[in-house]
């Protein structure tokens, strides 16, 4: 018989054994002679000084009742019983709750499941973290687009992802421009075998496309030219210098974005951020 067994037992009995104690104390020949008197005795309750006054407690003095050597042996029986169901239930070792619940699941959880002990993280290998959301802006997903370049490639920058890329915003009018291709060039021999993707788009709405092709081949450009005949990347990335030069990491979040023209340190320095994948 288990412990909680014990303890019902032991308290029907103790139960029943008071309801025999009762009836024995109202039994007859238990109850008072006629001849005995009931004495009614009562006290005054003085009121502390500076309080109120208090009326007078009338408190009756019950008669004692005689309980059989059997009961008194029956009760004390059942009370020994009892001390010793509890003196048990105290030994027993107790599950904490946070024990409990455990078990609890560990009852519940699917026994064909692997365990995850030791398992790697779902998200081991992977990006750590959602994406941002999509804005021309630091630390902000690049807006994808779709565009051709001067001999009818189609090139999208989201099948670039997982390859550090930069977006160079130019027209052939603009000196600056002209001045900063050759550090661009010189950017696509250093960095082609970390994957570097040189994205040259000319802002061709503004621009002449004899101009263009011109242009690329005066300065033996290698790189891929992207014509942004309908503004579409012009608008997306809200261009307002020219030249513009976003710098985009391997999970296409723009890393640092650059107006104006600059040296060929300046581009290396922006470049080391996005191949080695340093925020």
């Not at 513009?244 to 470049?271: C, K, N, P, Y």
Request: aromatic letters at 6%; proline letters at 6%; charged letters at 20%.
């Amino acid at each position: 018989m288990n412990l909680d067994k014990k303890i019902f037992k032991h308290g029907m009995l103790f139960g029943i054994l008071i309801v025999m104690v009762l009836a024995a104390a109202c039994s007859p020949a238990n109850a008072p002679s006629q001849n005995s008197s009931q004495k009614n005795e009562s006290f005054e309750i003085k009121p502390a000084a500076g309080s109120g006054k208090l009326g007078r407690a009338r408190v009756n003095s019950p008669s004692v009742t005689d309980v059989s050597n059997l009961e008194i042996q029956a009760v004390s029986t059942a009370v020994e019983e009892i001390q010793s169901a509890e003196a048990e239930l105290q030994s027993t070792p107790q599950m904490s709750a946070v024990e409990t619940q455990e078990d609890s699941s560990a009852s519940t959880a699917d026994p064909e499941a692997p365990s995850q002990a030791g398992q790697p993280g779902q998200n081991e290998g992977q990006d750590a973290g959602p994406l941002p959301p999509v804005d021309p802006t630091i630390g902000n997903l690049a807006p994808d687009f779709t565009l051709t370049t001067l001999d009818g490639k189609s090139v999208s920058l989201s099948e670039l992802r997982g390859r550090p890329v930069v977006l160079n915003y130019w027209v052939t009018w603009c000196i600056p421009c002209r001045d900063e291709m050759p550090a661009i060039e010189s950017l696509q021999s250093q960095y082609q075998a970390e994957g570097l993707v040189i994205l040259s788009i000319n802002g061709t709405k503004q621009d002449v496309l004899g101009d263009v092709e011109k242009f690329v081949g005066d300065l033996g450009l290698t790189f891929p030219v992207l014509l942004d005949q309908s503004e579409e990347v012009y608008n997306a990335y809200r261009v307002l210098f020219m030249p513009t030069s976003f710098f985009i990491d391997q999970r296409g979040v723009i890393q640092d974005v650059l107006l104006g023209s600059t040296t060929e340190e300046g581009f290396q320095t922006r470049v080391e951020k996005i191949v080695n994948g340093i925020n």
